[in-house]
């Protein structure tokens, strides 16, 4: 079993940055025939994963830039952006998505706008603080810009988010979701600090919240409703839903006592301020991509030690059922497993970490 260190940033106004390192637990998969490996020595530290028609796309949270790849064969290419406050720089690790005109790279305080090439095209600055640190997609959609701000109640902390349509301009126009829970973590009071009333409960397995664009359309995810993908236009008028009906998957008293006990050991220095809680069922599913005119959803149903990937059409009808996903989901911190995955043209795109050969690689997996 592998290790890998997931850190979060936080910037909460006046009160510095605080940095959250979550242990993250992810089990490496066995060799497989049809799975292919490619060696990534580019790679100091994966921050996330996208794949184009013809390029893979890869943001280094360490070096603060973004590695590129041709789809065909994953040759190295080049990287795009560097750290910095210039036009083009990364003040943070890039978060990535797929435009028309190539790629958009949001880091802190502003989103950059590359051809497919890399070449940089131009950059939005400004955002509002609830906006830049929200760990969801930002992204044009026509005239309007859509993106998933932190909604800020009156006690200050950050702990939910809302989904938002902004004119050309970043000015807020319209909320098209309810809020739904960050799946950022509040950051943790210091070591040794006093309790000051009842422990507050840690969630150790959350639900799974989601956005990509296509097409015009939104697509909004969201397990708290079962398998559901809300989709709207780019006015954030909802058109339609998309839903799969699933049994839910119980956590078994063995999942729940290695959480627990995993848990216990990462954060023994705030047992006095935290309640470790593990919910009786796992949420519905724990990611999604779109690719072409085709959904794909991983779910936790497992065979043979891999993860279930359902494939729909546009409609919700299911296409195909495959057992493909063989890397474990880090259950409290999905962005830890979201965010190293694409799906493009029927296959599957996994970076990981090989400790053997200390390097990252690219596994690409047939979905069948």
Known sequence: MKKSIFVTTWTLGGLGTVLIAAALFGQSPASSGETKVFPLPDISSVYEVKVSADRIYISDARDRNVVLYALEGVRFLGKIGRPGQGPGEFDSAPKLVLVPEGLA???????????????????????????????????????????????????????????????????????????????????????????????????????????????????????????????????????????????????????????????REEMKNYLDLFNPVVPDVYPAFFAFRLDGNEIDILTPVRRDGRYEVIALDTAGKVLRRSFAFAHEPTWGYLPGIDNRFDIRGGKLYFVDYNEAAERYELEVTPLK
């Open 105 to 263: 790279a949001k880091s802190f305080s502003r989103l950059a706008f590359f051809s497919a090439a890399g070449e940089f095209l131009r950059e939005v600055k400004g955002f509002n603080i609830d906006l830049m640190v929200s760990g969801l997609p930002v992204f044009p959609l026509g005239e309007r810009n859509v993106g998933f701000p932190f909604i800020r109640d009156e006690s200050g902390p950050m702990i939910e988010c809302v989904g938002r349509i902004y004119d050309a301009d970043w000015k807020p126009v319209r909320d098209f979701t309810g809020r739904f829970p960050s799946a950022t973590p509040a950051p943790p009071p210091p070591p040794g600090a006093k309790r000051t009333g009842p422990k507050q409960d840690a969630l150790l397995v959350k639900d799974y919240v989601g956005a990509a664009a296509a097409g015009g359309r939104i697509y909004f995810a969201d397990s708290r409703k079962g398998i559901s993908i809300a989709v709207y236009d780019g006015e954030g008028t909802q058109l339609s839903e998309i839903k799969v009906e699933a049994k839910p998957v119980s956590v078994t008293r063995s999942e729940r006592e290695k959480m627990i006990s995993e848990w």
